[in-house]
Nanobody, 121 residues
Framework: QVQLVESGGGLVQAGGSLRLSCEASGSILSINFMGWYRQLPGKQRELVASIGSSGSTNYADSVKGRFTISRDKPKNTVNLQMDSLKPEDTAVYYC???????????????WGQGTQVTVSS
């Protein structure tokens, strides 16, 4: 079984910073993709930032220049450094990983439990 465990959410004032971390554990052979999504109540989950196995990154337009995604491959960890936070960044943030599991065919998709980020004005 695979688990994604997130940490680092919380309450911060506008203009402040937070760092989210997500560690994947279990019988993992390789991780092809790791990313962070966010969701507001009643709205669809949206991609915030992602990083591929080659290190290529992708960001939502709304966070470009403010958020930085990074990955520690040996530790199966992905981090999201969030700077210059705005009230509109308030949401539940979810870690996502697309990976290959030992003894199971094909790529599988996993989600973390979510962590609340609240930015006050």
């Amino acid at each position: 079984q695979v688990q994604l465990v997130e940490s680092g959410g919380g309450l911060v004032q506008a203009g402040g910073s937070l760092r989210l971390s997500c560690e994947a554990s279990g019988s993992i052979l390789s991780i092809n993709f790791m990313g962070w999504y966010r969701q507001l109540p009643g709205k669809q989950r949206e991609l915030v930032a992602s990083i591929g196995s080659s290190g290529s990154t992708n960001y939502a337009d709304s966070v470009k220049g403010r958020f930085t995604i990074s990955r520690d491959k040996p530790k199966n960890t992905v981090n999201l450094q969030m700077d210059s936070l705005k009230p509109e960044d308030t949401a539940v943030y979810y870690c996502n990983a697309k990976l290959i599991i030992d003894n199971l065919p094909g790529q599988r998709n996993y989600w973390g439990q979510g962590t609340q980020v609240t930015v006050s004005s």
